[in-house]
């Protein structure tokens, strides 16, 4: 059955549709769970229900503290974040093109690597002379990582073809760059800053938690050490929303710069044609089919050389 211009127009509605009613269901799940004060091994009557959550981020909404919490935490995860996104793609590119780098910065990354981003806040407590200067070194080393491995992944992967092309036409190293290493790996690059900033989001109400003084992560801290739960909740809330909305904006901004690539989950399948009269394709036409040509040829000795 073949789609019509119109399916996608069909699709999309239906998509947000079921996307509102799950969170709807899950709303009202939530609701009943604990307006009914149902315990069945998990305790649901100790938590607040909706309504009490909506009747404090009411409240909330309506005084400053909330919004200048908001502000801190957002500059810091972006701050944090961007840092994260130039040193992980330049040392990305740096480590898989160079064996140099490769051998002195490997062994030292590898090890740091696998150091959650958390564990480091005593670090940064004794390295930063603020803690504004730590929650920030916190933030970047969270994202730091899945951008270099990412990076670094991407960038292996390329096909040798297309740097040898462009070598032949004369580019030299910054040429490959340029045309070739950064736009071929964006996809590979944009992946890990998805990734980043998730990371990021955990780790910075973490260390606010910690060693902070405003964000939405001290506030939510505040707010379970006097045992206001409908305001924990909030904090959770808003930690949530905010860590969708930028990680869309990292998803939109990286289909934005890869326009160029081919968008299967939107386009149908192809299929192929039948043989002339209706006939099915004969396995000698097929294997003739499957020779390879002259330039694919010569881009398979290429890649072997």
Not at 73 to 102: M, N, P, Y
Not at 224 to 235: E, K, N
Request: glycine residues 10%; positive net charge; charged residues 15%.
């Amino acid at each position: 059955m073949r789609r019509g211009p119109g399916t996608c127009l069909v699709i999309r509605p239906v998509r947000y549709t079921l996307r509102i009613a799950s969170l709807a269901v899950a709303l009202g799940l939530w609701q009943l769970l604990t307006s009914r004060d149902i315990d069945v091994w998990l305790r649901f009557s100790q938590f607040p229900t909706v309504t009490d959550v909506a009747h404090t981020f009411a409240d909330r909404l309506a005084g400053p503290d909330y919004w200048t919490d908001l502000t801190d935490s957002l500059t810091r995860i972006l701050t944090g974040f961007l840092l994260a996104a130039v040193l992980g793609v330049a040392t990305g590119v740096l480590v898989a093109r160079s064996r140099l780098a490769e051998d002195l910065l490997g062994p030292v990354l590898e090890v740091i690597r696998p150091i959650p981003a958390i564990a480091l806040v005593p670090v940064a407590i004794l390295l930063f002379p603020s803690n504004e200067q730590g929650i920030v070194f916190i933030t970047c080393a969270a994202a730091f990582f899945p951008v270099l491995v990412s990076t670094r992944h991407a960038v292996r992967a390329l096909t040798p073809v297309w740097e040898e092309a462009v070598r032949t036409m004369g580019g030299g190293r910054w040429r490959v760059l340029g045309s070739v290493v950064l736009p071929g790996a964006l996809p590979g690059v944009f992946g890990g800053l998805s990734v980043g900033i998730g990371v990021s989001w955990i780790c910075v109400i973490s260390a606010e938690m910690i060693s902070g003084q405003y964000g939405v992560g001290y506030r939510t801290w505040q707010d379970y050490t006097v045992v206001d739960y409908p305001g924990v909740f909030v904090g959770m809330v808003t930690i949530g929303v905010l860590g969708w909305l930028t990680s869309t904006a990292v998803e939109l901004l990286g289909r934005r710069l890869t326009h160029w690539l081919p968008r299967t989950a939107d386009a149908p399948a192809a299929r192929p044609k039948p043989a002339r009269g209706g006939a099915a394709t004969s396995p000698a036409r097929a294997a003739v089919r499957k020779v390879p040509q002259p330039e694919e040829a010569r881009d398979e000795h290429l890649v072997r050389d």
